[in-house]
């Protein structure tokens, strides 16, 4: 036999293999992920190859990306969501509308919904959660000791801090008119996770700020998420807004931007934006 004829066989071979192993793949290639910490978790799982699409939000890792997007996760259309025909739903419990909802529940096919929270042991949950839908517990429990104990560890860093600073998150200057973040919102949280104190105590939830409010919270640094559009805005424009103008945040020029969806999405990466909130804050 000659060695092109060997070469011939050899070549039909791999290319067996590699069909085969496509094949595999996209057998397994059976869940769908709605919303951004849902999809990190199944990344830093590991099970990213089971993944047929993602929603909008899913937009970290950037591998991500390379997935069909079946819509934003609060606006979400059921026959968007079935025509990727997943056997696996995994979804944040803030997907929407409750009626679509209602819909992919009612299908035929498997639907778990991962809790939400705002602290180590909430996001903790989430991961083992996702774990257990995706059978690979014992690596869901290692990935959510890890994230609980980097968060134990910037919190205790942050407890060692004599005089807190004063943050105040700024979700949107959009028309030079402030929304910020009070109580009992995930930027409240990592706020306190990271050492600081929330400006705006007295307020809960996403709220309009009137110039007289902000002035009267005197942040000594504004917290916003890092995003372009129409809710961009530079440092000089954000302090040059009567609100923000008289703050000692203004003074100092304080601005933080950190991701938005590492700041407030609550997965695997929180305890990178606690501990990158704490540095620029306090420093090293």
Known sequence: MSGA???????????????????????????????????????????QDRLVARD???????????????????????????????????????????????VLRAADVAFVTVPEGFDAAAIAEKIRV??????VPERAEALAARVAADIAATEARAQAVDTPKRVLFVLSAQGGKLMAGGQDTGADAVIRMAGGVNALSGIEGYKPLTDEAAAAAAPDVVLMMDRGGDHAAT????????????????RDHA???????????????TAEAVSDLHRALYGD
């Open 130 to 135: 996702v774990g257990a839908a995706l059978d």
């Open 235 to 250: 440092a000089q424009e954000l302090f040059a807004l009567p609100a923000l103008a008289v703050t000692p945040a203004a």
């Open 5 to 47: 004829t060997l070469t011939r066989r050899a070549a039909l071979a791999l290319a067996g293999c590699a069909l085969a192993v496509s094949a595999q793949a996209a057998e397994t290639a059976d869940v769908l992920s709605l919303g951004g910490a849902v999809t990190e978790i199944v990344y830093a799982l590991g099970e």
């Open 255 to 269: 601005l933080v931007r950190i991701d938005g969806l590492k700041l407030l999405g609550f997965g695997p990466r």
């Open 56 to 102: 909008t939000t899913s937009s970290f890792p950037p591998e991500a990306l390379a997935l069909p997007d079946v819509g934003y996760l609060r606006a979400l259309s059921p026959e968007g969501v079935l025509s990727v025909a997943p056997a696996l739903i995994l979804s944040e419990a803030d997907a929407g509308p409750p009626e679509a909802i209602e």
